[in-house]
Each structure stands twice: as C-alpha cells, then as structure tokens.
C-alpha cells in the first residue's frame, strides 16, 4: 500500500461549484497535512497546512482532517476557472529534517 | 523578489554528460530540499540539507550529488546523465522543516 493514495482525476466541475479533493495515508506517523495547487509548468506553491484533525479555513479554501481514518480533504466554494491546477495533497512527520511525502495530485478542471 | 529561484529553467543535454542545477533561496530559511517529478507528476524528495549538513539521501543513484556552498544555495550536480534521468527537478526550502517553498523547477531532458 502507497504511503499517500490520491485519485489523479481528472475531475471536471462547472464554475461556482464545491470541489472536494481528498487524500488517504497509511503511516499514524505522519503530523502534518498540506495542500499545495501546482499549475501546469510551475512549481507547486503552499494553499493549506494543518497539524490536528479538524477543518481549518482560508478564504474559499477549507482544509479538513481526520486522524483516525487517515483521511484528508480540501474543499473549494465558489470554484472559479483561475482554480483549475494539479492539486496535491502532502504529509510530513515533522521532528526533522524529512522531506514531505505527496500523493500523485488530482487534476482539476473548472469549466466556464 | 523570487523566493526560491533555479536555473537553468530548460537543461537538454546528451546521455553520458555531466550537468549542474543550481539553486538559491532568499527566505533565510535553514533547510533546503531537492525533489524529482516524473513524468507521471509524482513527486518525489532527493535530498535535503540542513545548516549545510547532508540529513537524508532516499534511494537515489550516487551519481547524484547536492552541494551547499552556503545556507541560501543547494546545487545539484548530475554525472554520467541517463535517459531515466529526464524528469522535472524542484528545489525547496523550508524554516520550521514543515512547510516547504518551492522553486519554479528545471526540466532535464536527457536525448
């Protein structure tokens, strides 16, 4: 089993739509929960980090974790087509020096 | 100001060269990482350094090696270039060793 599982998609929504993009892990290790969006031919740049279960917000962005299921998600409210982007979900065990382990990234679209 | 800057941008080199990518941030940040996206966009970490010092080193053939000529820069050096070697290379860095910026990226092709 991979250490982070996340469906590439692509997944398509028309704009104004909720989007809702999650990830699973396997480690209880892991402390830490980012979201990073990277558009296409650039480097991924920080949304989201949290460090406890929980949702924390940011403007149209809610990020949400649940440590017991290992199961972490970003939601985005009011989807606009500047949010299509590879958004990839990445975990960390803090403590050190550790690079972050990082799902495969889903794709998404907002169509106009 | 760019926070994490990399060049070169495009790097097209034949199979058996040696090559160098460099990278330098202005975050005043103590640790700095490379990673390696393939073509599939998996994202994958190298290296990392921390105050100058070598702190992990995943499963990466020897024929990769970073150095740290400072806090601010970690070049990656690349000998005898393969053609599995092609991929998109990020540099990143990071304060607390949590959050990580990372830099444009430099795509290898190796022909």
């Known amino acids: 089993q991979k250490e982070v599982e996340q469906d590439p998609g692509p997944l398509s929504v028309p704009e104004g739509a909720i989007v809702s993009l999650n990830c699973t892990y396997s480690?209880?290790?892991?402390?830490?929960f980012m979201w990073y969006r990277q558009y296409s031919r650039k480097g991924p740049e920080l949304l989201m980090y949290?460090?406890?279960?929980g949702n924390k917000e940011d403007g149209r962005f809610t990020a949400q974790v649940d440590k017991s299921s290992k199961y972490i998600s970003l939601f985005i409210r009011d989807s606009q087509p500047s949010d299509s982007a590879t958004y990839l979900c990445?975990?960390?065990?803090?403590?050190?020096?550790?690079?972050?382990?990082f799902g495969k990234g889903t794709h998404l679209i907002i169509q106009p | 100001d760019t926070a994490v800057s990399q060049t070169p941008k495009y790097l097209v080199t034949q199979m058996g060269n040696d090559k160098s990518i460099k990278c330098e941030q202005n975050?005043?940040?103590?640790?700095m990482y490379w990673y390696k996206q393939d073509s599939k966009k998996f994202l994958k970490i190298m290296f990392s350094?921390?105050?100058?010092?070598?702190?992990i080193n995943e499963t990466v053939p020897n024929r990769f090696s970073p150095k740290s000529p400072d806090k601010a820069h970690l070049n990656l050096h690349i000998n005898s270039l393969e053609l599995g070697d092609s991929a998109v290379y990020f540099c990143a860095s990071s304060r607390d060793q949590e959050t990580q910026y990372f830099g444009p990226g430099t795509r290898l092709l190796v022909l």
């Open positions: 480690n209880s290790a892991f402390q830490y």
């Open positions: 350094y921390n105050n100058k010092e070598l702190i």
């Open positions: 990445a975990i960390g065990k803090g403590g050190g020096a550790d690079g972050l382990t």
């Open positions: 949290t460090y406890s279960s």
């Open positions: 975050l005043g940040h103590d640790t």
